[in-house]
């Protein structure tokens, strides 16, 4: 059997920047345990796997450990791939998911703009060996949704954060986002979870789920820019819609190929 496999740099309109995901375009779903080995083989943050449906598709992100519930880059990536090598001629796709309901991406020039739910951050303590794991000093607040959030009030300590992984990797999370205002954006932040065996994701949309309502509170707007500010670093245009957040963003396409199983 051999299956179409696609891998594009999403938030990024220059090609090995941005945040690398594979996609792989399915007729039916695989074995969950073939689309991990395949997740594994990649060695990306995330590989996607999408179904067509009758109102669109049913789309499942795997990183090289385990499914992951929410994929904001990989999602972005999908649709780029949609639009530009499978023909897709509508301005807006339906992605139906496990657990994070329908996510809806509209091709907006030469930008896709993502419609996810807004996933507030709530205040919490401090967990043990987090600041040590960070080699940070201690954050103006810190927030936990799915991942912890930690709040700085200077770029420069958000770049100069140099985190030990495998102390990090011990904190009970999935990840953890540290984020400031920005010099050229509203904000910025970057994102480590190396207990998914990503010590630092270049860009990331499910953080962008917490970072958007809370930059847009302290902000007192909805409208945000804002860089991811790892390595290949990236670029998000980002909205607050009620209980939804739009996050817009560029892709390039970087490999096809087959995969033979």
Not at 181 to 208: C, K, L, Q, Y
């Amino acid at each position: 059997m051999k299956l179409p496999i696609y891998q594009v740099d999403a938030f990024t309109d220059q090609l090995f920047g941005g945040n690398p995901a594979a996609i792989v375009p399915l007729d039916e779903w695989l074995p969950d345990e073939l689309m991990q080995k395949i997740a594994i083989e990649n060695n990306l943050a995330e590989t996607a796997f999408f179904v067509k449906t009758d109102v669109g598709y049913k789309l499942r992100w795997f990183t090289p450990e385990y499914e992951i519930d929410l994929c904001g880059h990989a999602t972005l990536a999908t649709a780029h791939i949609l639009f530009t090598e499978l023909g897709y001629a509508d301005d807006t796709i339906h992605f139906e998911t496990v657990k994070a309901g329908t996510l809806i991406v509209t091709k907006d020039g030469d930008k896709y703009s993502m419609d996810f739910p807004s996933r507030p951050a709530e205040p919490v303590e401090l967990p043990e060996g987090l600041i040590e794991a960070l080699g940070m000093k201690a954050p103006v607040e810190v927030l936990r949704s799915r991942d912890y959030m930690l709040v700085y009030d200077d770029e420069q300590d958000i770049r100069a954060a140099a985190p030990d992984f495998e102390k990090l990797a011990k904190i009970p999370t999935v990840g953890v986002i540290i984020t400031a205002p920005g010099m050229e954006a509203d904000f910025v932040s970057r994102f480590f979870a190396p207990a998914a065996s990503i010590n630092e994701d270049p860009v990331t949309g499910s953080a962008h789920c917490n970072l958007i309502p809370y930059w847009a509170d302290k902000l007192g707007k909805n409208d945000l820019h804002a860089y991811q500010l790892s390595a290949r670093k990236g670029e998000l245009w980002c909205k607050l819609n009620g209980d939804r957040v739009l996050m817009a963003g560029k892709a390039v396409t970087f490999l096809k190929g087959e995969i033979y199983l």
